[in-house]
């Protein structure tokens, strides 16, 4: 039975999952939801998830939302060594993806909002937000700097999930000006994933030309208030 996942193109949530399904050799049908259209609200689709966020995957009468536990159900499926090699190994990556969700992207998510409201909708930015944001990122990515400074990769010497989550922030960090550049061991592994890790570089050429569409057909008067995740 064809795995569906569901989400918007320019998503750097549904980038995670994208990129983890091609480097796992795992296919899926994607089924596109236009977030600026409010497609993730429609009836139908607060069907799959109630809070009407994407990305989401049915696999028959299984449903799934949030990249997270999308990535760990399809990691299972195919014993993946993306979940680590060993016991260890796992809490590790399980560590750092539930540290990515609660003190790293959650804040790039505020501030891609902040981004989207004030280019997209004619909105002021809210500063407080901003600064409050930006000073959580910066904190957050001086402990990245610091764990990657001697290591090519988060957990290991391999690529894992762990990688792939806290990577996702990158997908629109040069649009809402997530202050990265002021730390060069993160930077240098986000250039190596895209140097050696085929899919991710392709996921984020998807991102950039759905965001390229966006930005040219948008009109703030009338742009919906659903953003992306």
């Known amino acids: 039975m064809t795995i569906k996942i569901y989400g918007d193109p320019g ?5 995670r999952v994208t990129a983890a399904a091609k480097i796992m050799g795992v296919d899926i049908q994607r089924v596109n939801i236009d977030l600026f259209k409010g497609e993730s609200h429609t009836p139908g689709f607060l069907q799959l998830n109630p809070h009407g966020l994407t990305p989401v995957l049915q696999d028959g009468d299984t449903v799934i939302w949030e990249a997270s536990a999308i990535n760990l159900y399809l990691a299972e499926k195919v014993d993946s060594d993306l979940l680590g090699r060993t016991q260890a190994e796992r809490f590790e990556v399980l560590q750092w993806m539930f540290w990515s969700g609660e003190q790293w992207r959650v804040f790039s998510t505020l501030l891609f909002n902040e981004w989207a ?7 002021p930015r809210t500063e407080a937000i901003v600064d409050l944001v930006t000073t ?11 764990h990657l400074e001697k290591r090519n990769f988060m957990v290991g010497d391999a690529l894992t999930l762990a990688d792939i989550d806290i990577a996702a922030p990158f997908s629109q960090h040069k649009r809402t000006g997530a202050p990265f550049d002021e730390f060069p ?3 240098a592994w986000q250039e190596r994933l895209l140097q050696t890790v085929p899919a991710w570089a392709a996921t984020r050429d998807d991102v950039e030309q759905r965001m390229t569409g966006v930005l040219r057909a948008a009109d703030p008067v009338d742009f919906p208030k659903a953003v992306l995740k």
Not at 11 to 15: I, N, P, T, Y
Not at 117 to 123: I, N, R, S, Y
């Open 185 to 187: 061991n993160l930077i």
């Open 11 to 15: 998503s750097g949530s549904l980038r």
């Open 117 to 123: 409201g004030a280019t997209l909708m004619g909105k």
């Open 136 to 146: 959580n990122i910066r904190n957050a990515a001086a402990v990245l700097d610091t």
